[in-house]
């Protein structure tokens, strides 16, 4: 949706985020600011060759004008109501945070906000917002949880349109050797900050607590909708 339709335009949008303090902030000492939208947890996390987009706004501003737009640019953003999720524990203050730093940065922001379900998913599921917060919870870990739901082929939630990069994971996720699986994972995940399709900002953790008198306690695989509970038993 325009002017994000223009891959400066996203670029500077990745240079107005002030990802290091809002990853700071926000997530209880668990929160890592993003640099790549796959999570370092998994095999496929690129360790060198990512672009990098530190808050910087005089470099937005600079892009801004570099695509042929006055400042500042308006824009809408779109944050739920009614919900915390681990990517985003409230909100409505990890909105207020972009809002401060994308207005130092060229931007023009107006905020809109709906409840989780049914308004917000709707909405932002179909396109019909122009910039919105979302995150991940993995289903099951691998890289093509992650990259080829996402990014794999189009969809209305990004309409983002890339036929290389959907051959690219397409041609990952049918990889049996591990060596250039992860590899081309690699590759993906690189020009996935290259494309800009979305702007990662963290990748959060999660906390449990257990009484003392619980034992055999096991972590899943994925975290609490795959928890061996059969394992547990409780003494005292």
Sequence with gaps: MAPFDKPAVRQALAYAIDKVTVAKAFYGGVGQAANQFLPPALFGHATKGVPTYNYNPDKAKQLLQQAGLSLPVKVDFWYPTNVSRPYMPDPQRNFQ???????????????????????????????????????????????????????GTYTDQFGFTNQALFNQLA??????????????????????????????????????????????????????????YARLSISG
Aim: aromatic share 12%; no cysteine.
């Design 97 to 151: 945070a972009f809002q401060a730093s994308m207005e130092k940065s060229g931007f023009s922001v107006t905020p809109h906000s709906a409840p989780w379900r049914p308004d917000y998913r709707g909405t932002v599921s179909v396109g019909k917002a122009q910039l919105y917060m979302l995150g991940w919870i993995a289903d099951f870990g691998d890289p093509a949880n992650f990259l080829n739901v996402h990014f």
């Design 171 to 228: 041609k990952a996720d049918a990889e049996v050797n591990a060596e250039k699986r992860t590899a081309m994972y690699q590759q993906a995940s690189i020009d996935v900050m290259k494309f800009l399709p979305v702007i990662p900002y963290v990748w959060a953790g999660s906390a449990l607590a257990l009484d003392k008198s619980v034992k055999g306690y096991v972590t899943g695989p994925i975290g609490p909708t795959n928890e061996p």
